[in-house]
């Protein structure tokens, strides 16, 4: 069963509602002896709401799973939904216009325009898609993610870490149903990565957002709600309310299970 999902910011109301979900997805990329199985008849659902992160060694298909919840890419069997809409059967102009207006991404790559400010970039999606923004929740993304001074810099102007919360800001701007992260700390020094980690926990705490995030470090993790593992193409453990610690020892175990990051 799924649930409508609610703008950010207006409550789950009446239990837990689901933001995504995945049904026995398989993922296959090739045929006969090249044939690899990304996944493997993952089930999973989203809450609304909450912060997810995804963890797992590499080449457990962490990342595949984020892009076919994401509509980012197709699944070979199984079904996907975001809120009531199932993904998987959508032509592929309904699908640009699905991501367009209900998701939100955020990269390891900044992608930020170099000839326009931050606040060009983070108006851009809406921009290209003739949609003005809700500009009192415009407001709020921006209070929220501290760049209320920095709207008029270029990203050449913007520390790494400025430059990826002009990321998320953007991400939030046009108030997706669901947000999703590929190690968005990837690329920045530990205290930046913490200020963006704070910055997602905040926009889930404060603006009811719904962030999903694949992450292989479990300091990120400890900022999630729940920690679902993938190892293999398979979920073979979750963890509410994570610890570094605990993430760390989770992990551990795979390679105690022979497996290798």
């Not at 892009?67 to 199932?86: F, K, M, N, P, Y």
């Not at 990837?186 to 957002?209: H, K």
């Not at 999630?224 to 610690?245: H, K, N, S, Y």
């Amino acid at each position: 069963m799924t649930t409508a999902v609610a703008e950010p910011g207006t409550g789950g109301g009446g239990g837990t509602a689901v933001a995504a979900r995945a049904e026995r997805v398989t993922k296959a990329y090739g045929e006969g002896d090249t044939r690899v199985l990304a996944l493997d008849e993952v089930s999973v659902e989203i809450a609304r709401g909450a912060f997810t992160a995804i963890m797992g060694p590499s080449g457990s298909g962490k990342s595949t799973l984020m892009h076919c919840l994401a509509g980012l890419d197709s699944v070979t069997a199984g079904r996907v939904w975001i809120g009531e809409t199932e993904l998987t059967g959508l032509r592929e102009k309904q699908l640009t216009q699905l991501r367009r207006d209900n998701v939100g991404f955020i990269f390891q790559a900044f992608n930020l325009l170099p000839t326009l400010n931050a606040i060009e970039n983070i108006t851009l999606p809406m921009d290209i898609a003739g949609r003005k923004p809700d500009q009192k929740w415009l407001d709020h993304v921006i209070s929220t993610v501290g760049l209320a001074d920095r709207l008029s810099h270029r990203p050449s102007e913007l520390s790494g870490g400025q430059q990826q919360r002009v990321a998320v800001a953007r991400a939030l701007a046009s108030k997706p149903q669901i947000m999703f992260g590929d190690e968005p700390t990837g690329n920045l020094d530990s205290r930046a990565g913490a200020e963006i980690l704070g910055f997602l926990r905040r926009s889930v705490d404060e603006l009811g957002q719904t962030v999903v995030m694949v992450t292989h470090d479990p300091v990120a993790a400890a900022y999630a709600d729940r920690v679902v593992f993938l190892a293999d193409g398979r979920i073979v453990d979750e963890m509410a309310d994570p610890t570094a610690d605990k993430v760390l020892d989770r992990m551990r175990g795979f390679d105690s299970q022979g497996r290798t990051s």
